[in-house]
């Protein structure tokens, strides 16, 4: 009972999330549009990966190499995130639906490319989001979901919860991760399109209260050959984290690291919010 209830939540998810942003798909493949590929994967050129320890991140942002801060999440926004995680697994046990609301369905901005079929270069998706591990952490975390992939269900949710109750120790607090679901060397999505274009996204998660961040995104695909190691296991990570509760899949997805220069509170009716940012 609790599979077939699981599964018809996760349908449902799953089908909000693709019609977010594979609608147009139907009117025709018009969408490959670009030079980004070779034979079969990409490597994006126009963000540097910060080294362990460093406190800012280049990118070519429209147009010019600069430098950006980066910015560990404030205390409030981590009781929320983590809060609102842990009441979504405890939903799961008493087999209720999830909720849209809240941090794993983050509204993501872009803008950048001019798609054939457009004449403006703004875009907004919904990703599914999540934190990732500190680097030390990875190979550990990546070994715990391998070996557990299998469990019951309910197993699987208390390692999830686990991790949430540790997320002060065990995760980048300066950072998230989501997967490009759907773009292909035939298809390219105006999220993927923007993103290896212009390198920034605004993240919104509609919720109360209410968060927004201004990232630099860096996309990695599993089959690139100029990985390095610390980059195939971010891939493996939030593959394996996202098969593990939806299920598994016959392919590695594209990972995207949103890497966090600036947050801001955009919770309504408080004098220190409504849009206002965060400063560390």
Not at 6 to 15: A, H, N, R, S
Not at 58 to 67: E, I, R
Not at 68 to 83: D, T
């Amino acid at each position: 009972m609790i599979k077939r209830f699981m599964l018809i939540g996760l349908l449902f998810i799953f089908v909000v999330l693709l019609s977010c942003e594979k609608q147009s798909e139907d009117k025709g493949n018009i969408y490959a549009s670009s030079d980004f590929w070779k034979d079969s994967y990409f490597h994006q050129t126009n963000v540097i990966i910060p080294e362990s320890g460093d406190s800012t991140i280049q990118a070519k942002v429209d147009g010019k190499w600069q430098k950006f801060e980066l910015q560990n999440f404030p205390e409030r926004f981590i009781e929320w995130n983590i809060q609102r995680r842990v009441n979504t697994i405890e939903r799961f046990r008493r087999k209720e639906m999830p909720e849209l609301a809240g941090p794993h369905n983050g509204i993501v901005a872009s803008y950048g490319f001019e798609r054939k079929d457009s004449k403006l270069k703004l875009n907004n998706a919904v990703k599914g989001m999540g934190f990732l591990p500190k680097r030390e952490k990875l190979s550990e975390i990546i070994k715990l979901l391998e070996d557990t992939n299998d469990a019951p269900f309910p197993e699987k949710l208390d390692h999830l919860a686990s991790f949430y109750q540790n997320a002060d120790s065990l995760f980048d607090l300066d950072k998230q991760v989501s997967l490009e679901l759907y773009s292909t060397p035939e298809f390219e999505t105006q999220t993927f399109l923007n993103q290896m274009t212009n390198p920034i996204s605004t993240i919104v998660f509609l919720d109360i209260p209410c968060f927004k961040l201004k990232t630099i995104v860096r996309l990695l695909h599993p089959d690139d050959p100029n990985l390095t190691e610390y980059e195939k296991n971010v891939v493996k990570y939030v593959n394996l984290v996202h098969s593990y509760f939806h299920g598994k899949f016959s392919k590695q997805f594209i990972a995207v690291i949103y890497y966090v220069s600036e947050i801001y509170d955009n919770s309504p009716g408080r004098s220190n919010a409504m849009g206002r940012r965060i400063m560390p």
